[in-house]
């Protein structure tokens, strides 16, 4: 991108900032949304917690990922603050693993479904197999964790990491437990669901402050790609979101529109994340030193 910067420069500039913020408002009511999946998936394992707890939890996470591996590095955090509170870590921690799990496999069948309005040759075929895939992939995954008798199959793996295999047994078998909670789990989805039509929405008005339209589609089919990026290695998915954004949606307003718009997509996450921060220096609940955040994790 180093030989658009005029053209970066002139896409913020014309950020128009009354639509920006109108998709900061929609991007945290997405996680409002979302925070009320997480205290669903919590209540499950009998854990009682507030709507302002699961909250402060979901801020907080936003807050760590910006210092932890990846953009799930501050699940970790969540889910060791969760298990202080509660002191059962494998419930803890199944419970913010299960929110994650739940989150993407929402995202991802919804671009999945995504193909089957969109015609041929609209969608770069290697895109169409990328989304194909990492939806079996999900699908393989959902299979493992809620049938036993296949999971089994792979206990084999637990002798590679045998140090923490017990740990790992238990935790499975707590989210194995998530599978009889079926009308709760249904109801964690269609949360999910919303709570990602938020997210793309958020992205889709970013986009309109710098004077571009994205088709819903384009957003429904790509947005998971460039979620899925952030995972990999990195710092909060730092690169990796703004990289592959410009990939997927540079052909449709162009490298620097797209790079511009990944930018204030980060400034978002970024006050996001300032929430989260003030959050944790506030509230007397998180007053714990962050070397036994690694100590506490299962």
């Not at 920006?20 to 669903?40: D, E, K, M, P, S």
């Not at 990491?161 to 238990?170: A, D, F, S, T």
């Not at 402050?209 to 460039?226: A, E, F, Q, T, Y």
Request: aromatic share 14%.
């Amino acid at each position: 991108m180093r030989d658009k910067y005029p053209q970066i420069i002139k896409a913020f500039a014309s950020t128009k900032i009354p639509v920006f913020l109108l998709g900061f408002l929609i991007y945290t009511a997405a996680i409002f949304v979302a925070a009320i999946r997480l205290r669903f998936l919590i209540e499950a394992q009998g854990i009682t917690v507030t709507i302002k707890e699961a909250l402060s939890l979901t801020f907080l996470g936003y807050f760590f990922n910006n210092f932890l591996p990846t953009s799930i590095g501050g699940d970790v955090v969540k889910a060791y603050y969760l298990s202080k509170k509660i002191d059962r870590k494998p419930a803890a921690y199944a419970s913010v693993f299960v929110d994650r799990i739940v989150g993407l496999f929402t995202m991802i069948f919804m671009a999945f479904l995504a193909l089957f309005f969109v015609e041929e040759g609209v969608v770069d075929p290697a895109l169409r197999y990328i989304i194909y895939a990492i939806t079996l992939g999900s699908i393989v995954a959902i299979v493992l964790m809620t049938n036993k008798r296949i999971a089994r199959k792979f206990s084999f793996l637990f002798f590679i990491i045998n140090p923490i295999k017990e740990k790992l047994r238990k935790a499975y078998e707590v989210i194995h437990m998530y599978q009889y909670r079926k009308a709760l789990m249904l109801k964690s989805f269609l949360i999910s669901f919303v709570s990602q039509i938020l997210f793309f929405t958020s992205l889709g008005v970013v986009a309109l402050s710098i004077g571009s339209r994205i088709p819903v589609k384009d957003l429904l089919i790509k947005m998971p790609i460039v979620s899925m990026m952030s995972l990999l290695p990195s710092i909060n998915g730092l690169g990796l979101r703004e990289g592959s954004t410009v990939v997927l949606f540079g052909p449709l307003i162009g490298s620097d529109k797209a790079f511009a718009m990944s930018i204030l997509w980060l400034l978002i996450l970024l006050c996001i994340s300032v929430i989260g921060g003030l959050i944790y220096a506030l509230s007397p609940q998180f007053k714990v030193k962050i070397k036994e955040i690694g100590e506490g994790a299962i």
